[in-house]
């Protein structure tokens, strides 16, 4: 197959249940998303949209129903589409405290199989004057500013975001926002858990508890 | 390849911060090594009897230390959820992880072994061999590790669990690589018990990648 027909052009859900150990979190959801469309998850505290994103990314396998993703030619195979084409922004941002801003975005860029994308990622999140602090000095907008400053660098089309905006402040959310904008204008694709209304125009999924 | 190298580049550099690195690791290694005569009676005819076999032992249990934190702060930091994410897959980050762990600590506790051994009483003249012997029964101690290191993933006191794991898996790199330096010193061929010890040492490397990975994914999930 060429490049362009692996490149990730929707996900679907078909009624996917999930649970956490005993617990049942979402039941039955069904969703559709095609290139360029933001999905917003919403719903209240422990109710699995952490959990949704997790399943998405293949690191839960759902009890029932299938997480599929299509490409210009047809179904594409997951494990391909998520070593290559997804991104993951959770609460645990996986950034090591004791490394520099700098070393921990060229890693995680270059693990993420991004090029040259690490300057315009720097000037995308205003990071420049990070770069020799180290990870542990920063403030929690800051190591979030990095944490996204990974979309950036390395170019991947699914985008799983985990409250992207909460610990930043208004002027860095409005540039993410633009950032977010920019990728959905590329043919990207976000599903955001998020409490806050996103500033872009979107659909929303609203979780509820499973009976 | 590049992303690997920078993952092992990454997990060398953490390594040596990791649980004290490898200056623990000898430092406890030297520790126990001064207890045998301590333990045995400092008749040197009785401790040269016992010094490779104790140098061998000592070094299995200080290869124990750090590797708890192995897997550890990636699965607490969220690090393994977007190593997953990478197109190696998780056996090779496993063993990416396990050989940049024995370079870290595996390699200093091979060279401080043959001074361990004949500071003990051992010949000089095993000393090259007893360093060979540690080098490759340390890959095989890293690599087994791993396994107990990934088990343990979400437990609480993981350290003793990997113990308790890990240590009957030790038993034949011990086995083959005292035997050949006592082969050596009986007058005997060392070649192979260590052709042994290197078969077990890869055949290790080959397989425990693929336990590695499913208890992580286990874990993850």
Known sequence: ?211 | MNALAALFAREFSLAFGRGGGPLLACGFYAGTAVMMPLAEGSDPARLAAVAVGAAFATLALASLISLERLFERDFEDGALDLLTLGPPGLAVVSAVKCAAQWLATGLPLAIIAPFVAISLGAPPAVGPLIGVASLLAGLGFSFIGGVGAALALGTRRGGVLIAVIVLPLFTPLIVFGAGAVEAFQGGLEAGPPLALLAAYTLCTCALTPFAMAAACRNALS
């Open chain 1, 1 to 211: 197959m060429t490049e362009n027909a692996m490149r990730l052009t929707g996900v679907k859900l078909d009624a996917v249940t999930l649970s956490r150990g005993a617990r049942r979190l979402v039941a039955d959801v069904h969703l559709t998303l095609s290139a360029g469309e933001l999905m917003s998850v919403t719903g209240a505290n422990g109710v699995g949209k952490t959990s949704l994103i997790r399943a998405i990314a293949g690191l839960l396998a759902p009890d029932s129903g299938a997480i599929c993703f299509f490409g210009g030619a047809g179904a594409l195979d997951p494990e391909a589409v998520r070593a290559e084409q997804v991104h993951l922004l959770a609460h645990q941002d996986g950034l090591k405290s004791t490394r520099t801003v700098r070393d921990e975005l060229a890693f995680w860029t270059q693990w993420l199989g991004g090029r040259k994308g690490v300057d315009g990622a720097i000037d995308a999140l205003s990071l420049s004057a990070l770069l020799d602090l180290d990870v542990r000095k920063l403030s929690a907008g800051q190591r979030r500013r990095l944490a996204l400053a990974r979309l950036v660098a390395a170019p991947r089309r699914l985008w799983l975001l985990d409250e992207p905006m909460a610990p930043l402040d208004t002027p860095t959310r409005q540039r993410f926002a633009a950032v977010m904008d920019r990728h959905l204008k590329d043919g990207g694709i976000i599903i955001a858990a998020v409490h806050d209304p996103l500033p872009l125009a979107g659909r929303t999924l609203q979780l509820e508890r499973a009976p």
